[in-house]
């Protein structure tokens, strides 16, 4: 074998992994992950998650050296405790998010506030958003009457504010001024609600 079929083969196999890693968004759609409730089990990754996606430029409102243990140690035991947490599993990594939970007044008993959604960056368009926001629903729908509302709040440029209209959530106002970009600018954030069709007060 000589060394130019040896360079040709290798040269094809580097292009190969490459083209498997590197998805296109229809492929993207086939991919066998699992949607399941988180669980403390989750903790690394779920850390991991978070700063992959606050590395990106307006991926989460806190940067990635904002992403620390004591940060995901509280936001996963309110999840756990006092809200909900939804995660999506793909070959035993975690590719998407969906933690929510109530605020420590008791007046605020029946909201969702606190919490975020987030998806991998390589697995964003992919509908796993979607379909965490559903495991959602479902659940508050079925088992959770004693909650009336779910609220989000994100920046005005977040495309993502189009789907979660879709998906039922109502804009109720604009906090102007209220994100500071990295290059210095301002940018309004939306409060928007999802409302649970199953409430009952006395839940």
Partial sequence: MNSSYIQFFLISLIFICFSSYAMNPTEKSKINYVIRPGNAQDRDNLKLLYRQVAAIPGGLARTADEITDDYIDKILANALTKGLIFVAEYNGQLIGSLLKYKLEPKVFAHVLSEGSILVHPDFQGSGIGTNLFLALFKELEEHRPDIYRVEIVARESNP????????????????EGRIKNSNGSFEADIPMAWFNKSFKPNA
């Fill in 160 to 175: 993502a504010i189009k789907l979660y209209e879709r998906l039922g959530f109502k804009k109720e106002g604009r906090f």
